[in-house]
C-alpha cells in the first residue's frame, strides 16, 4: 500500500513501525499540481511514499524511488485530464425552475457553467423593476463552461412574459457564452436584449407580441448567433421600431456601444406582422451575416423606413441563401434596402443567392443609393423585378480565382481588397467565422 505527501526534504529513508518511508525532493511547481490534483499535503511539504516491509525496505525504496515519482506524477496528470472542472474550478450545477420566483433568484445568482433549466408553464412577475429589466441577467460564462437557459421540454416551451406590451423588456442578458434555448417570450415592450456578449447563442425561440423590436443584439455584442428562431406580430406599440432582429445602434443612440460586429441571423422565420425591417443592420458594424431565413411580409407597415426584408446600413455585410415573400403587402417596398447613414457606411455587402416572391415589378430586388455592394445570383418573381441605386454591382454568374464554387466567399468589388487577398496580406473585417 502507498500514499503520498508533498516533501521539500533531502533524499532518505527512515522506519516507522511496520512501515518503511522514503521522503524525496519536490519542486514547488509540482507541489501546486499535486495539490490541484487532490493530494494531502502535509504541514511539512514532504512527499512520502510508504511501502509494507514486505518490499524489502529501504533498498527497493531507494532503488525506485524516481521511478515511484515519474509514475505518480503522470498518473497525477491523467487524473486531472480527466477528472470534471469542478476539481479546480468552482462547480457547475443544474438549477430546476418551477415558478417566477426561482426564476429571477437563478439568473441572480447563476455562474459560468450552470444550466437553468424551465419547467413548462408561464414565468410572468407581477412587477417589473429598473430601466429595462423584467428577467435579468449579469454574468460570463467561459468558452469551455458556457451558461445555458432552456425550456426542460423543447416541444412543451415555457413562456416568459412582460406585463404589457409597454413593460420594458422580458429578457436582458449582460454576458458573453450564453445559450438561450427552446422558450417562448412574448407580451412586452422588447423581447431579447443581449448586450456587451460575445459568442452567445439565442436558438429555437419564439418571440412573438412585442410592442417594439424582438431582438436587440446591441451594446459591443459580437460573434452571437441567433438561430431557428420564429419571430411575428412585433410593432404593437410603435409599428416603426417593429423590427425582428436589430443588431447595433442607430448614430444617434446613446449609452450603449457601437462596435456589434459579425453576428449570424440563421434559419429564422419572420412574420406575420413583423411592422418594420425583418432584420436590420446598422451603421458602424462590420461583417454581419443573415442566412436561409425566410421572410413573410404580411403586416410591413412601411413607417420609418421599415419597407424591406433586411434593411443594411453597416459595412462588409452577407446576405445570402434566404427567401422571402411578400404576400401583397402594398408598404413593402424592396427586398434587400441600404442606406449610408453616415460617409463611408453601408459599403463593401454581399447579397446573393436569395429567392425572392415580390408580387409585382414596382418592387425592387435591392435599393442601395450611394451603397456599394455586389449583388449576384438572385432569383425574383416576377422576372421583371430589377435593382435601384447608382453604385450596385449585379453580375449573374459572378465568380473569380479561389471561388470555383461560386459561393460568393471571396468575392468584392474593391479593388485594395482583391489586391491584398492576392498578395496574402491581412484583409480587414473578414472574419472566418461568417464569411
Known sequence: MYSTAICMTPLHTTQIKQKLTFSIPISRTDQLHFRACGVIIHHDRRLILHADRSHKGVDFMAKHARIFLTALL?????????????????????????????????????????????????????????????????????????????????????????????????????GSYWEIRDLKIRNAGKGIFLAQSEHSIISG??????GDEAIHIIDDSSYNIVENCTVHDTGLLNPKYGEGVYIGSAKNATGYGFECHYNTV??????????????????????????????????????????????????????????????????????????????????????????????????????????????????????????????????????????????GQIDRTDAQFLQDWLLGKTVPHLSAENA
Open 74 to 174: 503522470a498518473c497525477s496528470m491523467v487524473f486531472s485530464l480527466n477528472a470534471p472542472v469542478s476539481s479546480v474550478t468552482a462547480a457547475s450545477k443544474q438549477i430546476l425552475v418551477s415558478n417566477t420566483a426561482e426564476m429571477q433568484s437563478a439568473l441572480q445568482n447563476v455562474k459560468a457553467g450552470d444550466e437553468i433549466i424551465l419547467r413548462p408553464g408561464v414565468y410572468q412577475p407581477e412587477a417589473s423593476y429598473g430601466m429595462w429589466r423584467i428577467f435579468e441577467a449579469h454574468a460570463d460564462g467561459t468558452p469551455q463552461q458556457h451558461i445555458i437557459l432552456r425550456s426542460e421540454d423543447p416541444d412543451n416551451p415555457a413562456t416568459l412574459a412582460g406585463l404589457t406590451a409597454q413593460s420594458k423588456c422580458v429578457l436582458t442578458v449582460t
Open 205 to 210: 425561440c419564439e418571440v412573438y407580441e412585442i
Open 266 to 407: 440563421r434559419g429564422c422565420h419572420f412574420g406575420p406582422n413583423v411592422t418594420a425591417d425583418h432584420v436590420d443592420i446598422k451603421e458602424y458594424t462590420y461583417g454581419n451575416l443573415v442566412e436561409y431565413c425566410t421572410f413573410d411580409g404580411t403586416g410591413i407597415r412601411g413607417e420609418n423606413g421599415g419597407d424591406s426584408f433586411v434593411e443594411i446600413k453597416g459595412n462588409d455585410a452577407i446576405v445570402r441563401y434566404n427567401t422571402g415573400y411578400r404576400n401583397g403587402c402594398e408598404k413593402q417596398l424592396y427586398g434587400f434596402d441600404m442606406s449610408m447613414q453616415l460617409e463611408g457606411w453601408g459599403q463593401n455587402n454581399k447579397i446573393y443567392d436569395n429567392t425572392l416572391y415580390l408580387d409585382s415589378e414596382d418592387c425592387y430586388i435591392v435599393k442601395g443609393w450611394k451603397c456599394g455592394a455586389s449583388v449576384f445570383r438572385n432569383n425574383a418573381e416576377p422576372s421583371a423585378c430589377t435593382y435601384s441605386g447608382n453604385r450596385i454591382m449585379q453580375v449573374l454568374h459572378y465568380r473569380l480565382d479561389g471561388d470555383a464554387n461560386e459561393d
